[in-house]
């Protein structure tokens, strides 16, 4: 007599080799299908392979892009020579005072948009997404002068702006529940702002700095190349792609990926410090999305 559960033609012990060739079609399929949760393993097989794929396009196309030795030798040339660390370190340290500014002056603003008298202005300075910098050199100039002060209003005028339109969303899509629930609880309009929209939102805001920083370093390069006195990594950059070096230009394309990815990180970090609850939620829902998958 045949069991219910192993077909008749197949027996016992041939089941377990069956399902274990049809494992790796099952994973390959998973892969591409939406919304779908992978193990950790697969994920880190997945990066792998596709770093893979990337480093060999790259190693063949020298044509198009410098090769890893063309790389390494225009670095080496960049530190001992042209003074990057040096240069580095003052980009650095200019993004890190515009990104602290511009969270401080935005955070305020948007969380303006909860008071009806403050809301049109908010609104004002949201639109100032749409100006360039290039075309506001000459009043800041006027106002703060050059140099230093210069570049740093500049960068936190740019970073600054599209802050404020992206936090002003969240502070007004705050579920109003949330509001009615904290007041049961007794609370004035005051402290409803503060418990609900301005601690509720922490995580968001973490989230909104970390892509403004991003956004610091895609507007350096502009910045520095407008006021070059001072130097920075940006100003390196265009002298470089002013002599058309391009392995050099690469090189410092580097620079800047790896610094971003430190300070992204960081800052990732940080959310998980000030905002255990949200990090805690981020994990519960990916462990229910791998167990339901």
């Not at 559960?5 to 197949?10: L, R």
């Not at 909860?114 to 050199?137: D, N, Q």
């Not at 394309?253 to 971003?260: E, K, P, S």
Request: charge should be positive; aromatic fraction near 8%; charged fraction near 15%.
């Amino acid at each position: 007599m045949t069991s219910s559960i192993v077909p008749a033609t197949t027996t016992i012990s041939e089941a377990p080799a069956r399902e274990a060739r049809r494992a790796p079609r099952g994973t390959l399929a998973r892969i591409f299908r939406p919304n779908a949760a992978v193990a950790a393993g697969t994920y880190r097989a997945i990066v792998a392979a596709e770093l893979a794929l990337l480093g060999g396009a790259w190693l063949l196309m020298p044509a198009i892009i410098p090769g890893p030795a063309r790389m390494l030798a225009a670095f080496r040339e960049l530190v001992l020579r042209q003074g990057l660390a040096g240069e580095l370190w003052t980009s650095l340290v200019l993004n890190l005072e515009a990104l602290a500014l511009s969270t401080v002056l935005s955070l305020l603003a948007a969380y303006g948009a909860a008071v009806p008298a403050v809301r049109p202005l908010t609104a004002l300075v949201a639109k100032g997404r749409f100006l360039s910098l290039i075309g506001l050199s000459f009043l800041f100039t006027v106002l703060v002068g050059g140099g230093h002060p210069l570049k740093l209003a500049l960068l936190t005028f740019g970073m600054g702006v599209f802050f404020v339109t992206s936090m002003a969303d969240v502070v007004v899509q705050t579920p109003r529940d949330r509001l009615d629930y904290a007041r049961t609880l007794r609370m004035g309009e005051w402290r409803v702002l503060w418990e609900v929209v301005v601690l509720g939102n922490l995580g968001a805001a973490f989230d909104i700095v970390r892509q403004n920083a991003a956004m610091g370093w895609l507007m350096l390069t502009m910045v520095e190349g407008l006021v070059r006195g001072e130097g920075g990594i940006g100003r390196l950059l265009l002298d470089q792609e002013k002599h058309f070096s391009l392995a050099a230009i690469m090189a410092v394309q580097g620079v800047f990926v790896l610094v971003g990815i430190g300070q992204d990180s960081f800052i990732g970090w940080l959310k998980s410090v000030c905002v255990p609850h949200a990090a805690l939620a981020y994990r519960k829902d990916r462990e229910a999305s791998r167990l339901s998958s």
